[in-house]
């Protein structure tokens, strides 16, 4: 290969040799690894991987994701480097009952319009280990990243190929391929491997879990190579050409090509036989070699999967059905009234430590006073209505990774003198009456903002890492600073005016004890880098009841701009407004997250904590959806009877494409969609000049995209 002069290549130059650099070099560690057979001597892989470096220098926005420099011993000293998926990796629902796989079925069923007799769906165990994402170009392994938050994880390339059980190169695949699986250890190697542990005087690991995760996240891959880690795939994300029609094919075809696939993988007709394979891999599960923590089933067909689609972050077209947990007895030791940032009082129960599948457990949420007294959220009982009491014993599990639950209470056990537990009327922090509105499970403390703990709290979850991020303002610096006198911040838009007012006569920061003037001057620029914001991200930060990130990012995508949806709050105080039906018709939002927005923007105390806040920022806008699709940012209206698809089914299409669906035609209706039967809504549309097809209009305007 004639090799030009690194700083004479252009960019085009140089992206096709750091790709052919990635390719050689992937192959060469591959050779030297798997087969011990090396195909270039190690000085031509040392000039090699110095040319490559040569390169990325002299461009660096042209460094690969999987550039050989990040590669076997080479690992970043801070940690792994970040990696975004092509295709998000989704998480799943879950089911706990019989009657909830039946649900889950018809709902499938009823999205599709067509009897659920018809579909067929796959039923395989749910692996308790963790995700993997492995990317495969021209059949050569490139990269493997764990699942981080479903967007970005991390770069664990190097340590992937430490594991037998993963393909470094395939034949006969698709260009693009993206596998996903789970990576896993068994009871056996676990036992071994906390044995050599102990024996080394290193910590053993709680669960084979933990044990598979802390061994593929290490940044020495030689380390990883050393431990025995094994990997199930089960799905795929990118790919240039589909793998198969069918689910099952597509497993099928994996395993061919050389991945691990699970034996208990059935086609099941129905939710019938879904559940009779659930009870076989129940009744499997104590003799596995590894650890499951249910049953994960999926619709077969692919082209319905596709039509199926997502919500949030979920499959519509999947759904994971959990075995019960492990139930352990222990003594409550005392309840504790939590405050949170909406004001919710949270009883927690205070537990004689006790281990629950490998975790020591010693608090439990006991959720509301209604649950403390044997009744759930409609009233019913639960725990055959019992109560519980400080002083019981009561049985706690861990439902997923979540805080461990109270299950049941043995009353046989009770003291005489234990006394049904009082839930306290006022705000344990602040004093202020602690009332239930009707319909709320939950008492809530009225202060608002005089309550120093939903202050806190609020203040806590804006500088947290999903929402502003600011280096340096924990929870721990919130509560000083909430607490300091002259420098205090008591609401958001103090954290944007701090720097300011230190630069006044009063304040110093770095004269308070804990700082000094290194530490305040990176405060207040990290502070600084955090004026200007996304439009989702701030929404979310604010803490606004029932405003979670997902629910955020929505209503981001629909306004794109603060401006614009500032201007709709306002328009949408009135229930019967069109700027209240628009917001209720975002797909993902109902009547009480639309209600609780409505809400805070017209709450004159709240609304001018927010413009306070938003005078110091630069919002930027959201990206919007899909929006290069004919129909993106367009208001489009369904009527009359569709006949190839369901309403919820077009809905939802439509807004996988960046258009709005309104249930009624105005001024603002850009398309009419109408099938058989429509009536006043498309003679209004004729009315109004609006753009009007049928249903096979919309769904040639579609197709493809
Ligand atoms: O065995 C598993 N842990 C497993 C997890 C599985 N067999 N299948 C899965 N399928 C999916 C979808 C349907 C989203 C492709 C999964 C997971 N997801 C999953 N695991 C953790 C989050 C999501």
Same mark, same amino acid.
């Given at each position: 290969m004639a090799e030009k002069d690194v700083n004479m290549l252009s960019l085009e130059e140089a992206a096709a040799e750091l790709a052919l650099l990635a390719q050689v070099l992937g192959a060469a560690n591959l050779a030297y690894h798997?087969?011990?057979?090396?195909?270039?001597?190690d000085s031509e892989y040392d000039r090699l991987k110095r040319r490559n470096a040569a390169i990325e220098a002299q461009y660096?926005?042209?460094?690969?994701?999987?550039?050989?420099?990040?590669q076997v011993g080479a690992a970043?000293?801070?940690g792994f480097s970040k990696v975004i998926h092509a295709q998000r990796m989704l998480s799943l629902g879950n089911a706990f009952e019989d009657s909830e796989v039946e649900e889950f079925a018809q709902r499938v069923a009823k999205f599709l319009g067509?009897?659920?007799?018809?579909l067929s769906f796959t039923a395989e165990p749910k692996i308790d280990g963790l995700s993997l994402s492995l990317r495969y170009e021209n059949g050569i392994l490139v990269q493997a990243a764990t699942r981080g938050d479903g967007e970005t994880g991390e770069n664990v390339t190097a340590n992937a190929?430490?594991?037998?059980?993963?393909?470094q190169q395939l034949q006969a695949v698709p260009e693009l391929l993206e596998v996903r699986g789970e990576v896993y250890m068994s009871h056996a190697d676990f036992e071994n491997l906390n044995s050599e542990q102990a024996e080394k005087g290193a910590k053993p690991f709680a669960n084979p879990r933990n044990a598979a995760a802390g061994s593929l996240r290490q940044l020495d891959a030689n380390i990883t190579k050393t431990r025995p880690l094994e990997f199930f795939a089960y799905a795929w994300g990118a790919?240039?050409?589909?793998?198969?029609?069918t689910q099952m094919g597509a497993i099928e075809r994996l395993g061919a090509l050389g991945f691990v696939t699970n034996p208990l993988t059935k086609l099941c007709a129905g939710a019938e036989e879904m559940i009779a394979q659930y009870r076989v891999i129940e009744a499997k599960r104590a003799t596995l070699p590894y650890d499951i923590d249910g049953v994960v089933y999926k619709v077969n067909a692919l082209d319905l999967q596709e039509r199926l689609g997502f919500r949030a972050t979920t499959p519509r077209w999947a759904i994971a059905h959990k075995f019960p947990a492990e139930l352990v007895w222990t003594r409550l030791e005392a309840i504790d009234i939590q405050v949170g940032r909406t004001g919710a009082l949270s009883p927690v129960a205070r537990l004689t430590p006790v281990t629950v599948g490998g975790v020591v457990v010693s608090n439990a949420t006991l959720h509301n006073e209604d649950y403390i007294l044997?009744?759930?959220?409609?009233?019913e009982e639960i725990r055959g209505g019992k109560d519980i009491r400080i002083g019981d014993w009561v049985q706690v599990y861990r439902a997923g990774d979540v805080i461990p639950k109270v299950a049941d209470v043995d009353l046989s056990k009770r003291d005489e003198s234990a006394a049904p537990y009082v839930f306290p009327? @006022?705000?344990?922090?602040?004093?202020s009456a602690a009332v239930r509105e009707e319909g709320d499970a939950v008492r809530r403390c009225t +202060?608002? *903002?005089?309550?120093p703990a939903q202050a806190v709290e609020k203040l806590k979850h804006f500088v947290s890492r999903k929402a502003?991020?600011?280096?340096?303002?924990?929870a721990k610096q919130i509560e000083m600073f909430y607490a300091d006198? @002259?420098?205090?911040?008591?609401?958001?838009?103090d954290i944007f005016t701090l720097a300011k007012r230190d630069a006044g006569?009063? +304040?110093? *920061?770095?004269?308070?004890?804990?700082?000094?003037s290194r530490s305040a001057e990176k405060l207040f620029e990290a502070i600084e880098s955090k004026r200007e914001i996304g439009f989702g991200r701030l929404l979310f930060a604010l803490?606004?009841?029932?405003?979670g990130e997902q629910v955020a990012k929505l209503v981001a995508a629909h306004y794109v701009s603060w401006g614009r949806f500032r201007e709709a709050m306002d328009a949408a105080q009135?229930?019967?407004s069109e700027a209240w039906q628009e917001l209720l018709n975002i797909?993902?939002?109902g009547e009480v997250v639309a209600r609780a927005l409505v809400t805070a923007f017209g709450q004159t105390h709240e609304r001018e904590g927010i413009e306070r806040l938003v005078s110091e920022l630069i919002v930027v806008d959201a990206a919007q959806a899909a929006?290069?699709?004919?129909?993106?940012?367009k208001t489009l209206v369904f009527t009359g009877t569709?006949?190839?698809?369901?309403r919820a089914e077009a809905k939802a299409r439509a807004e996988a494409l960046g258009a709005k669906v309104s249930g009624s035609v105005s001024?603002?209706?850009?398309?009419l969609i109408a099938g058989p039967g429509a009536g006043s809504k498309a003679k209004k549309a004729a009315d109004l000049g609006i753009e009007t097809i049928d249903e096979d209009g919309w769904i040639s305007l579609v197709a493809g995209l």
């Open positions: 798997q087969d011990d057979a090396p195909e270039i001597s660096p926005s042209l460094k690969r994701a999987d550039s050989p420099s990040e970043p000293a801070e067509v009897q659920d007799a018809g190929r430490m594991i037998d059980s993963i393909p790919v240039s050409e589909p793998l198969a029609e044997g009744r759930d959220n409609k009233g009327t @006022v705000c344990p922090e602040c004093g +202060g608002g *903002l005089i309550c502003f991020d600011i280096d340096g303002l924990g006198e @002259v420098l205090s911040i008591r609401e958001p838009a006569e009063l +304040g110093k *920061l770095k004269n308070r004890e804990g700082w000094g803490g606004i009841r029932h405003i009135g229930e019967r797909d993902g939002i929006s290069d699709s004919p129909v993106a940012g569709l006949e190839k698809m369901t001024a603002k209706t850009d398309l």
